[in-house]
């Protein structure tokens, strides 16, 4: 796809997650892209930069097109529908040169459409007559009479949507059995036994909605109901967020969205994860029409997110109010009790296939005490437990384990901020000098960025109100603190400026 190009806002780099450009990136247009992602990454928010991308590379730059690539069709149609022109216009404000911008997916390439003719009598099993089933095994063609056009859309559209017809494959190592209870996760894991278990008629605390940060047990417990309930003869489908949207719009595009429709809701149990990412308005409508007509059913329906349903501000209010109907469960962060017990868990798993690997508990009070952020973090230190002791041949103590587990542990210190830099930011966000900001102009253009600067001192930095005044070309502390109140209320009653706000906010602390 090509988008001509526009004349883009630049904004000041934040922290980066770039993967890598691709080989023949050259060096130039390679610092150009990571730049380009440091801004998208500030700018959208970690979520949604890692959701759509963190895996997008840049493959060249020739004749003023800027050619990426991704790993799906999905996330290739899903950028060019919603931010292909944000990503064109942050990428021209790091190369000008840039004014179009290409997409393609990697490892694919389109096939050269050959013309329609009549079959002819052919081996089946000669080499190019050798077709795949979906499965990738071989099957001869046999000789078969043209095809009316409305059947072979037909056939089609059911191959294309089988797969999203089973949702997204259950990992078998997330079972009840292997989810460590604590007082932080009991509720969501007694509800969702509960759920998974059920064999009554209609549904229990319906839906069901389980949310919680990164790495605190969510879709662990998705996949273990999907399990158990799959035990107990019941049909079930899990989706992420992505394959719910992949599904329906590859359905659309192939004519079969009744067909996709009823299948969803033919089902006993829909299992949706990251239902924050859901995003168009069709498919939010799909989406609500679909979880109102299970419901409505006595069919069972498990959400989960990173956030209450009343904070997805990007779902219809109806969408919202029908998920936060059920039966809402947080799950904590996790005690050091229950880190304990879940590196207690993962070790002894580990020792199945590594007999000689012996961790004190020394070593696991250690790392429980280390790590607190969430339980992938605790399976990293695992990991490099387990590395250290069979790369190393030594055993692990708590001063191995101090070195092994050193980028996993969250105790540095928070960047601290210069009011200078807020100034400067702040400055180049609104077209103004810093100058500006500091001198006695009292025009609107001025006077907003210098009230927003001082705002963002007072949140930002320790700095007390007299002396922020007087980093502000010597204004007397009252002037400091109309301003604070000022953007304050402001930012309670537009949304715009707030957004704004935030946004200066993340990448001074990026």
Not at 62 to 78: D, E, M, N, Q
Not at 268 to 286: C, P, T
Not at 412 to 417: A, D, V
Not at 456 to 475: A, C, Y
């Amino acid at each position: 796809m090509r988008v001509d190009g526009t004349v883009a806002n630049g904004d000041e780099e934040g922290r980066t997650q770039d993967g890598g450009a691709h080989e023949t990136v050259t060096p130039d247009y390679g610092a150009a892209w990571s730049r380009v992602k440091r801004r998208l990454r500030a700018e959208l928010g970690e979520d949604v930069f890692a959701s759509w991308f963190a895996r997008l590379e840049l493959e060249g730059v020739a004749s003023g097109a800027g050619r990426l690539t991704v790993p799906t069709r999905f996330l290739k149609s899903w950028i060019e529908s919603h931010y292909i022109d944000r990503v064109l216009t942050t990428f021209r404000a790091e190369a000008p040169e840039v004014d179009r911008i290409e997409i393609g997916v990697r490892g694919t390439a389109a096939p050269a459409r050959p013309a329609v003719t009549p079959p002819k009598p052919v081996s089946p099993t000669s080499g190019p007559l050798a077709r795949l089933h979906a499965s990738g095994t071989p099957a001869a063609i046999a000789p078969v009479a043209p095809v009316p056009e409305q059947a072979r859309t037909a056939a089609s559209a059911t191959a294309d949507t089988g797969n999203d017809f089973n949702g997204t494959p259950l990992d078998a190592r997330l079972t009840f059995s292997s989810f460590v209870v604590g007082r932080s996760n009991a509720l969501a894991h007694a509800a969702a036994e509960r759920i998974a278990r059920h064999q009554g008629e209609g549904a229990l605390y319906n839906p069901l909605y389980l949310h919680a940060g990164v790495g605190l047990g969510k879709t662990h417990l998705l996949h273990g109901i999907g399990h158990a309930a799959r035990e107990a003869g019941r049909r079930v489908i899990y989706l992420t967020a992505d394959r719910f949207m992949y599904g329906f719009v590859n359905a659309l595009k192939t004519q079969s969205a009744l067909a996709y429709k009823e299948r969803l809701r033919g089902i006993d149990l829909l299992i949706l994860d990251d239902v924050q990412f859901i995003q168009g308005k069709s498919i939010q409508a799909e989406f609500g029409h679909t979880i109102n007509a299970l419901i409505d059913a006595g069919r069972q329906v498990v959400v989960a997110s990173d956030r209450p349903p009343t904070e997805l501000e990007a779902l219809e209010e109806r969408v919202r109010s029908r998920l936060a109907g059920g039966l809402v469960v947080e799950i904590g962060s996790l005690d050091e009790q229950l880190r304990v017990s879940i590196l207690s868990a993962r070790l002894a798993a580990v020792r199945t296939s590594h007999p000689g690997f012996d961790v004190s508990p020394q070593v696991v009070n250690y790392v429980a005490r280390s790590i607190t952020a969430n339980g992938r973090d605790l399976e990293g230190a695992v990991n490099r437990l387990l590395a250290h002791a069979t790369l190393s041949g030594t055993a692990v103590t708590v001063e191995t384990a101090e070195t092994a587990i050193r980028d996993l542990v969250k105790n540095r210190e928070p960047k601290r901020i210069k009011i200078e830099d807020i100034q400067k930011l702040v400055a180049s966000r609104y077209n103004v000098s810093r100058s500006d900001i500091l001198s006695e102009r009292r025009t609107a253009a001025v006077v907003k960025p210098r009230q927003i600067a001082m705002y963002l001192s007072k949140v930002l930095t320790l700095r007390s109100l007299p002396e922020i005044g007087r980093r502000f070309g010597g204004r007397d502390h009252t002037t400091v603190l109309h301003a604070v109140r000022k953007i304050e209320k402001q930012i309670g009653e537009d949304t715009v400026l707030g957004d704004e706000v935030e946004l200066l906010k993340r990448m001074l602390q990026d």
